[in-house]
């Protein structure tokens, strides 16, 4: 909530007292409906609904629309997803987008506004409850500042989130008979609902899941997560890649986020879709990959750097084979990253429109084929490192 209610020792009361009544009343008031009333279906429905938008308001509007400008939208657009963003009740998106933004910059730091390494309760939801790092700083957002949309709606943020989720149910429960079933599921329920997921990505996608994009920090990917947070649970990859609007970078991710963003540059609605170049994303897993390889080979007495001067060391003899394995697969690694460059950069030259359709599609092909040539070669060397360090360490933590 906004900072204006906090008190003089630390305590926001009105986001600790919002945040704990409204659980106690929907613990109370759904057993209560429910025992006396029919299955609100209507009202269960118009949940739903509510979370996807409220929900996309929050993905695809505060995070990657205002807080890491990972595309354009049309004034329509953004108009739409700051009003979603307001029906979620975390924030105007000034504020909510000011804390992220330190967050990134400062992470797992005594700096960060919701640090996960101060435990689960911490950076799940007590630091929504205190005066903490940066509350209250606007500094990292000054273009939002300058953004009139933007600031109507932290001006008016309380009188469209009390609209969303009051107004709109009451009216929706006038139509269909039911108000009392609306304000209780599709208002207060489904408030509480997107809450608690949308904060399991500030505590349990730092805490759960694997690092397979960079060891750095303590983010992870957790598809599981993705499922109720609109695709933000692959959040290594988008603290590696910040300004990529997919947070799941592969078809097969779970990511409504990206889908909802691409379906709207199809219609017109969002432009200047930004996504980290293939070539830069396999480059830098295989850079935190051999860091780690690295690591845990000190941890043995030896060096990737003394691999080539001494490939011929007794020491190295039982793993020998091996070992020049991991080295060829290294420089075809290498080989194989360095064409996955150029076919990019002669795929955005210049503008494919300004070329026959032939050489288009060559064009498209050779960087499809030097795609799938880097993937394959690049799980081929983490395969043969992994490989390599169980030789070494019957329990190694290489590629989690």
Same mark, same amino acid.
């Given at each position: 909530?906004?900072?204006? /209610? ?61 807080? /890491? ?35 990134? !910059? ?5 700096? @960060? ?16 409850? !205190? ?5 209250? @700083? ?8 300058? =953004? ?22 009451? #009216? ?5 008979? &039911? ?18 997921? %949308?904060?399991?990505?500030?505590? #349990? ?15 992870? &990917? ?21 300004? =990529? ?8 991710? +779970? ?10 540059? $199809?219609?017109?609605?969002?432009? =200047?879709? /930004? ?14 990959? $051999?860091?780690? #390889? ?8 030896? $060096? ?16 020998? @084979? ?17 064409? #996955? ?6 795929? %955005? ?13 060559? $064009? ?23 490989? +390599? ?12």
């Amino acid at each position: 909530m906004k900072d204006t /209610h906090a008190s003089e020792n630390g305590i926001i009361w009105v986001s600790l007292i919002f945040l704990i009544a409204t659980p106690i009343a929907a613990a109370i008031l759904v057993p209560w409906y429910l025992l006396t009333h029919a299955v609100p279906t209507a009202a269960i429905t118009t949940a739903l609904i509510l979370w996807g938008i409220t929900g996309m308001g929050i993905c695809a509007g505060y995070h990657r629309l205002f807080a /890491h400008r990972c595309y354009k939208a049309n004034p329509l657009l953004r108009a739409f997803l700051l009003i979603a963003g307001a029906g979620a009740l975390e924030n105007s998106a000034i504020a909510w987008c000011a804390a992220h933004r330190f967050h990134h !910059r400062h992470v797992d730091t005594d700096e @960060d506004p919701y640090n996960a390494k101060r435990g689960f309760w911490f950076s799940h939801i007590g630091w929504v409850f !205190r005066r903490g790092a940066h509350h209250g @700083d606007l500094s990292s957002v000054p273009d939002l500042l300058q =953004d009139p949309l933007c600031r109507w709606q932290d001006r008016y943020y309380l009188v469209i989130g009390a609209l969303f989720n009051v107004g709109l149910p009451v #009216l929706l429960g006038w139509l269909t008979g &039911d108000v009392l079933g609306m304000l209780i599921f599709a208002g207060l329920v489904r408030v509480i609902v997107v809450h608690h997921f %949308t904060f399991t990505i500030n505590s #349990l996608a730092h805490m759960w899941g694997r690092q397979p994009w960079s060891p750095s920090n303590t983010s992870r &990917d957790n598809w599981i997560i993705s499922l109720i947070s609109f695709g933000e649970g692959y959040h290594n990859y988008h603290h590696s890649f910040q300004s =990529d609007y997919r947070n799941g970078p592969l078809w097969y991710n +779970y990511d409504p986020g990206k889908w909802f963003i691409w379906s709207m540059s $199809r219609i017109g609605l969002a432009s =200047d879709l /930004h996504r980290a170049p293939a070539d830069v994303v396999y480059r830098r897993r295989f850079k935190e990959k $051999r860091a780690a #390889l690295s690591e845990h080979l000190s941890r043995w007495g030896e $060096r990737i750097e003394e691999w080539k001067a001494r490939p011929g060391s007794p020491s190295l003899c039982p793993r020998q @084979d091996l070992l020049n394995h991991l080295l060829n697969a290294e420089a075809q690694l290498k080989s194989a990253l360095a064409e #996955l460059k150029a076919a990019r950069l002669r795929l %955005t030259s210049e503008p494919l429109e300004r070329i026959g359709a032939a050489w288009r599609a060559q $064009r498209r092909a050779q960087f499809r084929r030097a795609k799938r040539s880097a993937q394959k070669t690049l799980r081929h060397w983490e395969m043969l490192a992994q490989s +390599y360090i169980a030789r070494l360490d019957p329990a190694p933590e290489f590629g989690t």
